[in-house]
Nanobody
């Protein structure tokens, strides 16, 4: 059974940092694209960042570019999201996902096959 488990969320003041982790189990994910998405109350789920199978290619939403960094450790089946200079508008539930039919960076939510349960990130002003 495929499972993605996020961790690292919490409450932080504006300007602070958090590092999210997503541990994958059930199969080897080193050949697949992975991504992070977020959903704020009353809003649709939106793309945050994506990474290709090797970690050599990444892509970011304009709203987080220069502040967030996605990375992966294929030996540990884990993907990370380092979030710096956090803003109140970054407050959301953050989800990781894996796209088993893609090796390249993919930003479309519908292309992802498996999702984690989400971790809450709250940024106070």
């Amino acid at each position: 059974q495929v499972q993605l488990v996020e961790s690292g969320g919490g409450l932080v003041q504006a300007g602070g940092s958090l590092r999210l982790s997503c541990a994958a189990s059930g199969r080897t994910f080193s050949n697949y694209a992975m991504g992070w998405f977020r959903q704020a109350p009353g809003k649709e789920r939106e793309f945050v960042a994506a990474i290709n199978w090797s970690g050599g290619s990444t892509y970011y939403a304009d709203s987080v570019k220069g502040r967030f960094t996605i990375s992966r450790d294929n030996a540990k089946n884990t993907v990370f999201l380092q979030m710096n200079s956090l803003k109140p508008e970054d407050t959301a539930v953050y989800y990781c996902a894996v796209a088993v039919t893609y090796r390249v960076v993919i930003v479309i939510p519908g292309a992802y096959d498996y999702w984690g349960q989400g971790t809450q990130v709250t940024v106070s002003s």
